[in-house]
């Protein structure tokens, strides 16, 4: 029996979580990626395979009111801040939060 690698078993997950979830117009899907050292957010619309707003700790905005560093949890505030301000200027008003995989409690 073949093991998979770390990759494709990410993979994997994210094509069973994406059979469930779409983004469309009215109500794109919400992706959130977390490395060890920063956080990414993206509004994204599926079905125009777009991504109509973005945010993470590499912003400029950002960089210089963060006093930490981009793994901590106020950066994750921050930076969910930001995105659902910049989704807001767009008209988006709900979205569907795509985990990426990951399991969250």
Do not use: E
Request: positive net charge; glycine residues 6%; charged residues 25%.
């Amino acid at each position: 029996m073949s093991t998979l690698s770390r990759k494709q078993q990410t993979q994997k997950r994210h094509k069973r979580l994406r059979r469930h979830l779409t983004g469309t117009q009215n109500r794109p899907r919400l992706s959130v990626f977390r490395s060890n050292n920063h956080i990414y957010a993206q509004v994204i619309d599926d079905d125009s395979q777009s991504t109509l707003c973005a945010a993470s700790t590499l912003d400029k905005d950002l960089r210089t009111t963060l006093k930490t560093d981009g793994s901590s949890c106020d950066a994750s505030n921050a930076v969910g801040a930001l995105v659902a301000k910049r989704a807001i200027a767009k008209g988006i008003q709900k979205v569907v939060f795509d985990r990426g995989g990951n399991l969250y409690h």
